[in-house]
């Protein structure tokens, strides 16, 4: 069944209602629009449903007019998975369903749609006592749709994983429009295949995922926040080893910034000030958590001593308030806002085995500055999962789109480094466009031979967002 | 292609070496014999390779000749998975392949073939001052490969989560023989579809695991271990949600024991003694877990002051010595063998949302002595994740055999329950043969339908395990 762009809008309308169908160019515009501007959907249309059931109807009525869907979330995707260049494509937008549908304290659990963003989510759980641990710069603005389908990471994964480890069951519409309600809330259940894994970090492109049942945790009441100056990557290490060794299960963040990452911050951030006289090549900002009338200072204190007396620490200091902890992880909250106002910047999402990230920095550096002399490396991010924002910023002065031009040429030996060492070019912030054609080339034949075959059983029209994560 | 078993045992034998193809009945008896006696197998030989190329040719024969493939561990499967009643079948035991490849410390990781028993792998880990968390009853002759294949559970569990959580990546044989290496040692990995979600758990029916690539966490060094008595399931509740709160990312087990249960184990079991003097109709063991040098004991001591005071507790004892600890377990981990003392047992294997407990064990209790009057409901387990090994020992006197074959008639209406519930009635030891056939019946056919598809898609010709977890 062919139709034109006008009927399905007609259509669409009265499965959604007609307000809630945009297909102005000004309507639609803010939906296609990437927010940084790297992408520029061409969707003819936005729908809006408000209901599991509607979007089930879109999907069947894309699914008979091969229609390519493209689910959105809170557009804070960051490799364009969530805009498409196709202009047949169709935009549903799950962003009007946003009700919390349970959430039970006492039970650990919550049941949330698509379109609750994470930061409604973690208000939610606080209320009852609870915390739902997905934490992300855009939690304001992502939902729990995008985040389950790009398995969000984040500062807290460190402790209580990444979204995939937050997830009990689904709720998705497949790509014959089918709904398949797996919003189970238990912690154990081998009663056949684990189906839910499927959506989770599919990106769409196997179905929309319109609700999720999901963990909470119980709010830590105690926490100790520290910022702490290392001499060198190596140290760096040694100190998360320590912290590791010292305080399992309690270690929630561990993040790395540099000397020249928190040069941008306060030289661009109004009100940003150094926690330490200390000037250090690297810093590292960590935070334990625990139950009510547990004692954490004390051990940190000695934990810290014991670092100083290694040498793999030279000064360090634990925030005393609730205030000064925020003003330690504003630092590292708006290092890509300071890094913007330096220009361009090249952004590797890498993961590497622990061990290896010291020589890649030796090596990652010597590159950038044989290919670009005076470009700028910023690696920061989660360290003690082995996941680095590795940025570049452009030589100062240099043109912008001169600089970004230069992706591919700078990233791809990075990259190539990244894999020899068995890390990951794609940790968490997945493939999108941005680096559908990279994963085709260097991922193994017989993998993406698989994820086609998971591909062609379950969306064989190849409707659910095409083009990304697998290379059509 | 078509083909004798001689024949085929001989192409097997230049595959693997004629001492490593069992095809005499004497040679393979044990193998397909299940352990309990509740499943004979019929296959005509069984294949012990050594090396995953070994595997590997092993499949693509079986592919080409269209033979059933049985891959075995260590035998101590509960469903019937492990074997099969088809004689055309090749059962292909992975026991040979028992190398610890890489173990890394400072990592926190470790990869392990499929043959490494689970208890080698925490001995492993134990040298290098981590733990390999996975912790079965099994543990001394389980291996890596079926606790992938099955995503087993075990105490452990609450804290760590089950073998799916311990998991970074795989090595599999796919069903036409290819080799996928997915052996990755990283906590972030968004490039793509997550491939070995769809290997763990699938009960060797969508390829064989080979090798793991799994976490380690650190080695707990401050343990305490507490039996407690509680007045009645809602108690048991109570406590649990007291401890997850004082204790969050601490608490590491927690068991639960009725009287009758303690009762058969101080019946049966030489030198086991009851902990407490107050006898109660439930006892609750747990664990909590800490670093170096944190302070437990007290906190622990407050908590269940705070619990004796309102009332959710009655008694409890804390663990004065690793001896101590070890007694304290040691009557949890021999209900199952002091019960066979009492005759045969129906034994279901359910997940429940907590809440959902009491009144289950309520309804369940009345609808057994309707169907079976003086039959003995004996439910212990994992409460802390909702996982209840729900065990129902004959009366007293009757015939055991009799008893067991009224297995369906008391499960049914008792499962029926635990699906009304948004439970589960494979939550932790699998589907196998034992419960395929519910499975099809009690799932949505959408679910059944999906499952099918991600079967035929990865196993085409359904050699893969045929008749375990999807009825053919």
């Known amino acids: 069944m062919t139709t034109t762009p006008a009927a399905l809008v007609d259509s669409l309308r009265s499965i959604v209602g007609a307000p809630y169908v945009l297909s102005d ?43 390519p869907i493209v689910p959105q979330g809170g557009n804070t995707g960051l490799v364009g998975g969530q805009v498409s260049a196709d202009s047949r494509s169709l935009i549903v937008s799950l962003s009007r369903m946003n009700k919390i549908r349970s959430l039970v304290g006492e039970g650990f659990s919550m049941v949330a749609e698509a379109g609750v963003t994470v930061q409604a989510a973690q208000e939610a759980a606080e209320k009852v006592n609870r915390l739902f641990a997905l934490s992300l710069g855009s939690e304001g603005s992502c939902q729990i749709g995008g985040t389950v389908s790009t398995n969000a990471g984040g500062m807290n994964a460190l402790l209580y994983g990444m979204m995939r480890s937050q997830v009990f069951g689904l709720e998705v519409v497949l790509a014959g429009g089918q709904i398949w309600n ?27 995922v319109t609700a999720a049942s999901m963990k909470l945790f119980p709010l830590p009441e105690v926490v100790e926040t520290a910022f702490i100056a290392v ?163 452009q030589p100062p002065g240099m043109d912008k789109q001169a600089f970004l031009n230069r992706w591919d040429e700078i990233a791809d030996p990075l990259h190539a480094i990244v894999l020899e060492d068995g890390g990951s070019i794609a940790a968490e912030h997945g493939i999108g466009v ?4 990279k994963i085709a080339k260097t991922k193994a034949p017989l993998e993406i031979e698989l994820m086609k075959k998971i591909k062609a059983a379950l969306d064989p029209q190849n409707i659910m967002n095409p083009g990304k994560i697998i290379d059509s």
Chains 1, 2 share one sequence.
């Open 25 to 67: 160019a000004s309507d639609t515009a803010s939906f296609n629009h990437e927010w940084r501007g790297l992408y520029e959907g061409k969707s003819f249309a936005v729908a809006r449903p408000e209901t599991t059931q509607q979007v089930s109807e879109i999907v069947k009525l894309c699914a008979q007019t091969q229609t």
């Open 182 to 208: 797996g919003l189970k809330l238990l912690r154990k259940d081998n009663s056949g295949y684990d189906l839910k894994q499927l959506f989770i970090g599919a990106e769409g492109t196997l179905g929309i």
């Open 231 to 393: 001499p060198n990557m190596e140290a760096a290490l040694a100190l998360t080893g320590l912290l590791q060794d010292r305080f399992p299960q309690q270690l929630s963040r561990c993040e790395l910034i540099p000397e020249l990452g928190l040069q941008m911050v306060i030289a661009h951030i109004a009100g940003a000030r150094r926690p330490l006289k200390t000037v250090s090549p690297w810093y590292v900002v960590i935070e334990l958590v625990a139950g009510k009338g547990a004692e954490l200072r004390e051990p940190l204190n000695q934990c810290l001593a014991a670092g100083l007396e290694q040498g793999i620490i030279t000064d360090a200091t634990i925030a005393d308030s609730g205030q000064q902890r925020k003003d330690f992880w504003h630092l590292r909250e708006t290092l890509p806002e300071a890094q913007r106002e330096e220009g361009g910047s090249i952004k590797l999402d890498i993961s590497l085995p622990l061990k290896c990230v010291p020589d890649f920095f030796k090596r990652a550096e010597a590159i950038i500055e044989r290919l670009c002399s005076g470009a700028r490396p910023v690696p920061f991010g989660h360290l003690g999962d082995g996941n680095i924002h590795y940025d570049i910023c």
């Open 434 to 437: 941005l680096k559908v054609k």
